[in-house]
């Protein structure tokens, strides 16, 4: 499955591109996400230092943290490859201080459902 998604209003130039391989006979998916030109975190999130993907099955349970992106072009372009142990999951990219935080900030970039129909 792929998107094509715009960013929100936190990096509204933001272009995403998103490949999700769906392997349903082991529950688990790979996202392949690349973005181009977003805004760079420290202007979206005071000491914002990274991009952070996350999923969760529903809205019923926390986000998980999947990994941060690999930033190029001064924080203005990043790629990552992920994976979900989901086959139907929502997926969000958020503006981040660490790679490492425990939950997502409110500057999301964009967020997505993955499911075949």
């Known amino acids: 499955m792929k998107y094509e998604l715009r960013g929100s209003e936190v990096a509204p130039a933001a272009d995403v591109k998103l490949v999700a ?15 181009k030109h977003l805004t760079p975190a420290a202007r979206v999130l005071d000491g914002g230092t990274t991009y952070v993907a996350w999923a969760r ?19 203005r372009a990043g790629s990552a490859t992920l994976t979900v142990s989901e086959v139907a999951f929502d997926v969000k990219l958020t503006a981040e201080r660490d790679v490492t935080c425990a939950s997502p900030s409110d500057k999301t970039v964009f967020e997505q459902r993955v499911q075949s129909d």
Request: net charge negative.
């Open 21 to 35: 391989d769906v392997d349903a006979s082991r529950n688990v998916t790979q996202l392949q996400l690349d973005v």
């Open 57 to 75: 099955r529903d809205s019923t349970v926390p986000w998980v943290r999947l990994g941060g992106l690999e930033l190029s072009d001064e924080g």
